[in-house]
């Protein structure tokens, strides 16, 4: 037990300060872009006619881990009876915590006037899916926050039905910002009606792979069979959310193929074969499924191999959301054609490529959701941990 | 000398005698003595001989050119050619004139209705179109708009492969839809249908999360992104900084001005239409291509037209009902 205390036991002071030092790093040079953006009012390469870019599926992103994450956790642990997640719970909430702030930071900037954010919660319109799906955000995180306090406090029963409230609510979430993009009939590659389903797959496959990445990081029972077990049970869980997401994406892409239409699939012929085919078939195929399955499958015993596997999917599904919002909106709509050469400017183009600064408020968000897991892990997570083993 | 040698030279002699006949038909004399007698005895009659043949070749020039023009179009202008020459309209300027003005005492009529009672339709008549881009750079002079900012661009298409080739322009204000896709997805109510038809924007709610631009299937809203012409110059001038008047509000696009970060769109001019005027791209419009009124007047000038077969709205499959119409 001593072995195991000391594994998770934060008294590694170099690797805190490691991370302390890398996130306020980020932080600092984040902190350019998040100065141009607010100050400056830079909008990166944004135009009118690709008005979402790289913060928006920054954005998607990072609630995929946010929902996913708590998701997969809860299935696990309460559905499926994977008692051995229990002592990774507060770690978990503390990760969604992050990934959530990362988000928020992430959907200020891409507003037009940020300060103007209130406007949601006090004047807000219920026709649109934007509302419903900030709203049920807010519910899911008052629900994490929730949950936190009930950890800490070892309250398990008001943990376990925050649990169970929190399942519904955020699958009801991470659909609806798949509807938000499903809804916009405009955009034949949006439109589509298993967009909300899509999202919440990918969440889920999310979820797990940071799971089994915070297992076998932080897991008290390290060097243990239990811990084994655990990341063998998570290794398949993976397996099998990967597979249903191939299953999903494939069969999304087949329904958006084969009519053969140039207007619907002239998106899916930007995101395999445009000039950022390599995001696709490199970052996401190759590095986010192709190296993560044949890891799983020809090491799974190997936990460094399933730790590595599960890195690579989450870099790799990072380019998910921006394929799906860039090409959706990098074209002109049918009956439009033309429209670009109409009127000449820079911010009227379907041409989009990050800019810096888009880059740096990233950098930023990903920073700050690095510096806020590293504290709360520091002052928050190991008393709690002590404290639980002590008794 | 051989005999073909001797042929040869007596030919070049006769050339010569026929030149020296030709310059003595046209001045009167031998040519060598006229060149060297012009300067002292026959100025007058020199410059009056040269006038005579230039007056002579100006008057067969017409001529000429008419005869090479024909034998050039001859092909060219075949039954296609004539048949389309001949059924193009051919506009009178007065009753154009005309047009305006019944428009603008129309409007000024709907104007004294409530504004449930009204209902505002445009109508370009792509025959007419020449897709000169009138419209849009009186829109942008009219509501200051900055750079990177459009409100009525004019799409250029060409049809056709060559030589088989014929070109549309095609003004693509705000289709001011009945039914529009980019109101209900706004978060903060910024955006909504007047009773009138007109889609307004407030840019003091708009929160600028730009889902309303996706959401228009016509490309017809643009977002502000701060950027003015003279950027980058070393002083921003009077023209970028004076307030124009959209909505009735004055905004003058200086730095926190809420119409920076915010979505702009086409609204008709409608702070002109509270004045009685017609929109700026109706009445700058060289060819007279676009109409303006209130369909709810079966009498007026609009109403005339979407009585007629050939018309048509921009992706009408959607059901968005668009308030712009087109003729063809």
């Excluded at chain 1, 195991?4 to 040079?29: C, E, H, M, P, Q």
């Excluded at chain 1, 589509?192 to 897991?219: R, T």
């Amino acid at each position: 037990m001593s072995t195991n205390t000391a594994t998770f036991k934060i008294d590694r002071n170099k690797d805190f300060k490691i991370s302390l030092g890398v996130s306020i790093a980020a932080l600092l040079i984040g902190a350019i872009g998040i100065f141009q953006m607010f100050v400056m009012h830079y909008h990166g390469a944004l135009t009118s006619y690709v008005p979402w870019g790289l913060l928006v599926g920054a954005y998607i992103y990072m609630i995929w881990i946010e929902v996913g994450t708590i998701l997969a956790f809860i299935i696990l642990y309460y559905g499926m009876k994977m008692k051995s997640l229990e002592k990774l719970t507060p770690v978990v909430l503390i990760a969604a915590i992050s990934a959530l702030a990362a988000a928020m930071t992430l959907v200020g900037t891409k507003l037009g006037h940020p300060f103007r954010a209130w406007k949601v919660f006090l004047e807000p319109s219920f026709s649109s899916v934007m509302i419903w799906e900030i709203w049920t955000h807010i519910l899911f995180i008052f629900l994490l926050l929730g949950m936190l306090y009930a950890t800490i406090k070892n309250k398990h029963v008001l943990m376990k039905r925050l649990s169970f409230i929190s399942v519904p609510i955020g699958i009801v979430f991470i659909s609806l910002v798949g509807a938000l993009f499903g809804v916009v009939a405009a955009r034949p590659f949006w439109n589509v009606s298993v967009m909300p389903l899509m999202f919440f797959i990918a969440s889920i496959v999310a979820g797990v792979a940071l799971l089994i990445l915070i297992h076998l990081l932080f897991s008290p029972t390290k060097g243990t069979q239990a811990y084994t077990k655990t990341a063998e049970k998570l290794t398949r869980t993976f397996i099998g959310a990967i597979s249903i997401g191939i299953i999903a994406a494939l069969g999304n892409a087949i329904i958006i193929a084969f009519p053969n239409v140039p207007a619907y699939d002239e998106a899916l012929q930007l995101v395999l074969f445009g000039p950022y085919w390599w995001t696709t078939w490199i970052i996401h195929i190759g590095i986010g499924i192709i190296i993560p399955l044949a890891l799983l499958f020809f090491f799974s015993q190997n936990l460094k191999a399933v730790g590595t596997a599960a890195v690579c999917y989450l870099i790799g599904f990072s380019m998910v959301p921006v394929n799906i919002i860039i090409p959706g909106l990098a074209y002109p709509m049918s009956g439009m054609e033309g429209i670009e050469e109409a009127f000449n400017h820079a911010k009227l183009s379907f041409e989009y490529t990050p800019a810096l600064v888009e880059w740096l408020v990233v950098i930023f968000a990903v920073g700050l959701a690095l510096f806020i897991f590293t504290l709360g892990y520091r002052y928050i997570l190991q008393p709690y941990f002590e404290r639980t083993l002590n008794q | 000398m051989n005999e073909h040698d001797k042929s040869k030279k007596a030919a070049s002699d006769l050339s010569v005698v026929a030149e020296e006949n030709q310059l003595k038909e046209i001045f009167g004399q031998d040519s060598e003595t006229s060149a060297e007698k012009l300067p002292e005895n026959n100025r007058k009659g020199f410059l009056k001989k040269a006038a005579t043949i230039l007056g002579m070749a100006s008057m067969s020039l017409p001529t000429l050119v008419k005869e090479g023009l024909a034998a050039v179009t001859e092909d060219r202008t075949d039954e296609y050619d004539a048949q389309f020459i001949e059924d193009m309209p051919v506009f009178d300027i007065d009753e154009e004139e005309n047009m305006i003005i019944r428009m603008q005492k129309e409007l000024q009529t709907a104007m004294e209705k409530p504004i449930e009672e009204r209902s505002w339709v445009m109508i370009i008549d792509l025959r007419k179109c020449t897709g000169c881009g009138a419209c849009t750079v009186s829109c942008v002079a009219e509501n200051h708009l900055p750079a990177g900012v459009v409100y009525r661009p004019v799409i250029e298409e060409e049809i056709g492969t060559y030589p088989n080739v014929s070109q549309q322009s095609l003004p693509r204000p705000c289709m001011q839809c009945e039914e529009p896709p980019c109101v209900p997805v706004c978060p903060v109510n910024a955006t909504w249908v007047r009773p009138d038809g007109i889609i307004d924007m407030d840019y003091d709610q708009c929160i600028g999360c730009k889902y309303c631009i996706t959401a228009c299937p016509y490309h017809a809203r643009t977002f502000d992104f701060g950027i003015n012409y003279t950027d980058g110059t070393p002083a921003k001038q009077p023209y970028e900084k004076a307030a124009n008047y959209e909505y009735n509000k004055g905004y003058t696009h200086d730095d926190g001005d809420p119409v920076i970060g915010s979505v702009r769109k086409c609204h008709f001019c409608t702070h002109k239409l509270e004045e009685g005027m017609l929109p700026s791209c109706v009445t700058t419009c060289i060819g007279y291509a676009t109409y303006f009124g209130d369909a709810n007047n079966q009498d007026s000038l609009v109403s005339e037209l979407l009585g007629q077969r050939n018309q048509f709205r921009l992706k009408e499959e959607l059901g968005t009902k668009p308030r712009v119409y087109y003729l063809t």
